[in-house]
């Protein structure tokens, strides 16, 4: 089971310790403790660690891999990913969280063997004013990852695992899309496209085999607002399976993209059984 001291401590680390983390409004050397921090802990997960560094507006910018070799069918890879920038404030949840959860996957796999090739990545340049554009760190990461023929089986990104609420009324839906969905945000969701079906239905049985968290799993189209607003979105676009697992981010959390986003705010409980499922769903999908 996944310990919720480590991803208290990895959120911790990132939103306080770091804090405010992005190219703009003064945070880069704080950018450049997280790519450390998370360097680190990758290396500390005994994998091959990979840095893609490119250019975004004048500055480098840098995606972080922890490689696990596939050992029966290494040409075929499993992404699990996650982005590490915030939006100018602590993001404890958005996207700390995501991140712990990556970190935590990464260590647990240190003691095990997969028939595919599992890359663990730490994505730059997800929020604004990168998001859907050239700077984007996940789409330079796909984009990169097509140009080289890779074998993208399925593509998992964590965005937002940490806020629960138990309160009525705590969960909003996008118009029409939660008319059989619970009231109460004590869950968390898998949003796939309608071409990642099949692997939304094969991590959602697998997540509730080994996770007394609920899970709510819906494919949605892109114009359904916050369907695609991750990192899932670079893999869509290159026509690989892709799943974005979240706590709906602003339709429960209070906290989206402000200064109260802290750990005090989250539910390491609730965030340990989201990790459980998630790497119940991984270890299915890499064999």
Known sequence: MTGQAGLRAAVT??????????????????????????????????????????????????NISCVKTGASAPGEVIVVGAHYDTFNNPGADDNASGVAGVLALADRAKGKTYARTVKFAAFVNEEPPFFRKEGMGSKVYADAAAARGEDIKAALVLEMIGYFSEARFSQRYPPLVGVFLPDRGNFLAQVSDMASRDLAGRADRAFRGASALPLATVSLPAFVRGADFSDHRSFWAHGWPAVMFTDTSFYRTPHYHKATDLPATLNFEYMAAAVDGVAAALDDLAG
């Open 13 to 62: 680390a990132l939103s306080v310790e770091i804090g405010p983390r992005d190219l703009y409004n003064n945070n880069l050397p704080r950018l450049r403790r997280a790519e450390e921090y998370i360097t680190a802990r990758f290396k500390a997960a005994g994998c091959a660690v990979e840095v893609q560094e490119y250019v975004a507006s004048g500055v480098k910018a840098r």
